[in-house]
């Protein structure tokens, strides 16, 4: 199993940063991918981004291109997602989710991290 834990949550104002760590611990070397979803009131949960554990390979939902970062640090069995210029449509509930190899979705969810962005 793979424990998972999020953080860099909180409220921001329109075009501003958090950085959002995701903490990993359990059967590390089962992990392919790790990636962030989000979830606002009232809409279904949505991909934001991912990456590959091993190659660093990275993709991104349109909305969030040029303005979000995933990366990672193998050394601590963290991910990162750094969020820039955001807007009042990114508040949500964050997650942290892996997928194991060969496995056709994501295994293992953190417990999410709020990001509000309001004036």
């Known amino acids: 199993q793979v424990q998972l834990v999020e953080s860099g949550g909180g409220s921001v104002q329109p075009g501003g940063s958090l950085r959002l760590s995701c903490a990993a611990s359990?059967?590390?070397?089962?992990?392919?991918?790790m990636a962030w979803f989000r979830q606002a009131p009232g809409k279904e949960r949505e991909f934001v981004a991912s990456?590959?554990?091993?190659?660093?390979?990275?993709v991104y939902a349109d909305s969030v291109k040029g303005r979000f970062t995933i990366s990672r640090d193998n050394a601590k069995n963290t991910v990162y997602l750094q969020m820039n210029s955001l807007k009042p449509e990114d508040t949500a509930v964050y997650y942290c989710?892996?997928?194991?190899?060969?496995?056709?979705?994501?295994?293992?969810w953190g417990q999410g991290t709020q990001v509000t962005v309001s004036s």
């Open positions: 990456i590959n554990w091993n190659g660093g390979i990275t």
């Open positions: 359990g059967s590390i070397r089962s992990i392919n991918v």
């Open positions: 989710a892996t997928r194991g190899r060969g496995s056709p979705g994501y295994d293992y």
